[in-house]
């Protein structure tokens, strides 16, 4: 299997490292800006398609959010499916013309939102259907300058509006994973700030209410909780659930265990969506969250 990926960031190595898990023969070529690159263990530096060394089966694209839809046009010539990890952009310029040449090219895409996988979110996927809710609210919260250690937060790309950052597109798998549940809502508002005490010119709070015809959704997002907190409450008209992601886990309102996996590691959703990706193109079946269906997700994402 030839894999060609564009950035080899953190998220892209875990792309990497479930490939390999799943493939230990995989040949990875990895386009790089410039030969002063750092290399990567394993990884053929390439620095233009036409250079190629080897026929891609698909690409990977995992550079900055802000060049996405520029590698996306550019990769289309390939002729061959697409990777991409979210946010699809980072703005809505260019978005749908985007989505069309995808369209028109017939390329199969796939947005790699991890959180489908993750344990918790699998299982109310299977388990809330039929089930009355009048009310979501979810929240995610943790603190930025911990994400990467040994580098300066104030200069990652999460910091940096013009590369794609802000906790909205960072975080942006709540907003992901609310839509795979629950579908489009009929109406959306928000609100998004950058005046919290990291001083940072990205988002680093942002406020979403989604409406259903018969409940609503709250989500909640920042880089400014020193406390990481992720979890989901479904109010039902019988019951309330709360899911903690972060320690892989349902309980009812009476503290009673609904779902639970204590062995999960947050890897684990990387492998399963790269087998996902991977079995689907050998089906040749319809593969979940397209380029259509992504810049639905990024525009609520973006919606004022």
């Known amino acids: 299997m ?5 950035g080899i960031g953190s998220i892209a190595k875990k792309h990497i490292s479930a490939l390999r898990a799943i493939d230990p023969a995989v040949r990875i070529m990895g386009l790089r800006s410039s030969a002063a690159s750092a290399p990567v263990e394993s990884v053929e530096d390439v620095y233009s398609i036409g250079s190629l060394s080897a026929s891609p089966d698909f690409a990977i694209i995992s550079n900055p959010t802000s060049r996405h839809i520029q590698t996306i046009e550019e990769f289309l010539a390939l002729d061959i ?15 749908q013309e985007c989505v069309e040449a995808v369209r028109l090219a017939g390329t199969v895409t796939y947005l790699a939102c ?25 929240y995610c919260g943790s603190y930025l300058p911990e994400w990467r250690n040994g580098a300066d937060f104030r200069n990652s790309y999460s910091s940096r509006p013009e590369m794609g950052g802000g906790v909205h597109l960072d975080l942006i798998h709540e907003m992901d994973y609310c ?21 940072i010119a990205a988002v680093d709070h942002a406020n979403y209410h989604l409406r259903y015809i018969d409940f609503s959704v709250s989500i909640i997002l920042n880089y400014y909780r020193r406390d990481a907190k992720r979890q989901i409450e479904l109010v039902f008209e019988d019951q309330t659930w709360i ?23 947050m890897m ?28 639905e997700v990024l525009a609520l994402a973006l919606y004022e």
């Open 2 to 6: 030839n894999v060609l990926i564009a």
């Open 114 to 138: 991890n959180l489908r996988f993750h344990p918790v979110i699998r299982y109310l996927k299977s388990h809330i259907a039929g089930k009355r809710l009048n009310e979501v609210n979810v």
């Open 268 to 295: 684990e959703t990387y492998h399963a969506q790269m087998q996902y990706f991977l079995d689907s193109l050998r089906a040749g079946s319809d593969m979940m969250n397209s380029v259509k269906e992504g810049a």
């Open 243 to 265: 899911c903690d992601l972060i320690h892989c886990r349902i309980i009812d309102g009476a503290g009673k265990i609904v779902f639970e996996r204590n062995d999960f590691q």
């Open 81 to 95: 499916p697409l990777f991409i990890e979210k946010p699809l952009a980072h703005g809505l310029d260019g978005l």
């Open 179 to 199: 839509y795979w549940l629950f579908g489009k809502p009929l109406h959306a508002h928000s609100f998004r700030t950058s005046d919290s005490s990291l001083g």
